[in-house]
């Protein structure tokens, strides 16, 4: 079995679609896995806010917009009569569906059932179109096996349990049709994997069923070794080991997601990141196999919280550093850079939802400064077998950005530093240019 996930550009228009269907057709079984439509999850989070802020009359409006689109697309799509009403007829059951939000007190549980749509749209109307052509397909309802646990994380074993019992009932089968990035809470209701979370539905799934390869098709041909958002003249790798693309995508390259790898890189289940607009093109090999040395590649995460804690009390002290780690365990938050002095630790968090309890805890250690908005860019590769001295490579090309962090050595395929937000673009340039 092969799972390949498409992401919403795949997905993101009538000749797309279409597109799809000739690539999804083969003799081998696969399970598809789908994103919603290019912007349909951000026009569902707008709507979503502005019912939080009970703003009725906008919510209806941004409603009948995103649902015209639907009912274009619809139109466009399907070549029969029969399956241009069943469209329009799935558009109607989504949309009144969103509609009835207007009229009631609105919470997080239902801005996650409205966010859901988009997958449920989407997978549906390609299941639809699959139907038009009379290429069989089965439609697989990730809501009957899909779900994350009280700590948000994948229940593994009630997947493959479910999924397994799902797919046996179709035995005779080789195409199925999934929704990416919704899923089950442990309570039963309709939750998510967090934004770009498709990616990390099809690793799950590929991990559950021991998939012989997982592909995440997108709108670029492959993992590029530096954001092309922000670089010119980036270009795609043609391998990385688990470890870079975990580190890469963990530190914010948007072309997975940041939990993505690591459910292939357990089974060891290469992953294949491949261009849906070239799909003859190798794209990325992502393996348990190290391949090549020196500096890969760059990635960039932004909205990082630097916390600085200044002790006396920390000079030749033991235990002091569990006692502050603790803190952010009780308020669990997770802790990415560490860099120590004999009297003060510098640490970054990227969810500071917690911030004012943290710092008011931290303050009985010693002194606390706080520094906002930070990014942490990673510089991921292979700098063990590599003598020619990589961190002075990329200390010289940031010789002009101020410098808040830096961190060398906590794994062979990792350098990174923290710089102020508003440097990030200018410091991935800088590394472009002085690396590649
Ligand atoms: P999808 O909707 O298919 O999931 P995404 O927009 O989530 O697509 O991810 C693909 C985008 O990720 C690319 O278009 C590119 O702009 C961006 N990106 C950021 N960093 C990288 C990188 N290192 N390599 C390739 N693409 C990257
Ligand atoms: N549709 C979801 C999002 O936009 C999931 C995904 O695209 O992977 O975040
Ligand atoms: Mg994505």
Redesign the pocket.
């Known amino acids: 079995m092969k799972v390949l996930k498409f992401?919403?550009?795949?997905v993101g228009s009538s000749e797309r679609i279409r597109n799809l269907a000739q690539l999804v057709q083969s003799d081998e079984p696969r399970i598809i896995v789908l994103?919603a439509m290019?912007g349909t999850t951000n026009s569902l989070e707008q709507i979503a806010e502005l019912l939080y802020q009970a703003n009725k009359e906008e919510a209806n409006e941004k409603i009948s917009d995103l649902e015209l689109k639907y009912r274009e697309r619809i139109d466009d799509l399907y070549n029969s009569e029969e399956f241009k009403s069943k469209g329009q007829e799935l558009i109607t059951t989504h949309f009144n569906y969103i509609r009835n939000f207007v009229f009631r007190s609105f919470t997080s549980l239902q801005e996650k059932a409205i966010l859901a749509q988009g997958e449920l749209i989407s997978t549906a109307m390609f299941h639809y179109y699959l139907s038009e052509l009379k290429v069989e397909s089965i439609f697989l309802p990730a809501l009957n096996f899909m779900r994350i646990d009280k700590d948000g994380e994948p229940d593994y074993f009630y997947i493959k349990e479910n999924l397994n019992r799902e797919l046996n009932q179709y035995s005779d089968q080789r195409l199925f049709i999934t929704q990416g990035f919704i899923c089950r809470n442990t309570y039963g209701e309709v939750d998510n994997l967090k934004r770009?979370g498709?990616?990390y539905t099809a690793s799950i799934i590929g991990s559950v069923l021991q998939a012989t390869e997982v592909q995440i098709w997108?709108?670029?041909d492959g993992?590029?070794n530096?954001?092309?958002?922000f670089v010119e003249n980036t270009s795609s790798l043609e391998q990385l080991s688990f470890e870079e693309a975990a580190e890469?995508a963990y530190f914010g390259?948007?072309?997975m997601h940041p939990s993505s790898i690591m459910p292939c890189k357990l089974k060891n289940i290469p992953v294949r990141l491949k261009n849906t607009l070239h799909p003859t093109d190798e794209g990325t090999l992502i393996s348990g196999n190290q391949a090549g040395s020196g500096i890969k590649?760059i990635?960039a995460k932004d909205g990082i919280t630097a916390v600085k804690v200044k002790s006396g009390r920390m000079l030749q002290a033991y235990g002091f550093l569990r006692k502050l780690f603790e803190v952010f365990e009780i308020y669990k938050t997770p802790i990415d850079m560490i860099t120590t002095s004999e009297v003060a630790v510098s640490l970054t968090i990227d969810d500071d939802s917690n911030l004012s309890e943290i710092e008011s805890e931290l303050i009985k250690f010693g002194k606390v400064e706080i520094d906002q908005d930070q990014s942490i860019i990673c510089i991921v590769g292979d700098f063990i077998s590599e003598t020619s001295g990589s961190a002075k490579q990329v200390l010289e090309a940031l010789e002009h950005i101020p410098l808040r962090m830096i961190s060398y050595g906590g794994s062979k395929h990792n350098i990174s530093v923290l710089v102020r937000q508003e440097d990030k673009i200018a410091a991935l340039q800088a590394l472009s240019k002085h690396l590649f």
């Open positions: 992401g919403g550009t795949s994103s290019a770009g498709s990616d997108t709108d670029i993992f590029h530096n954001d092309p958002r890469l390259a948007k072309i590649a990635a």
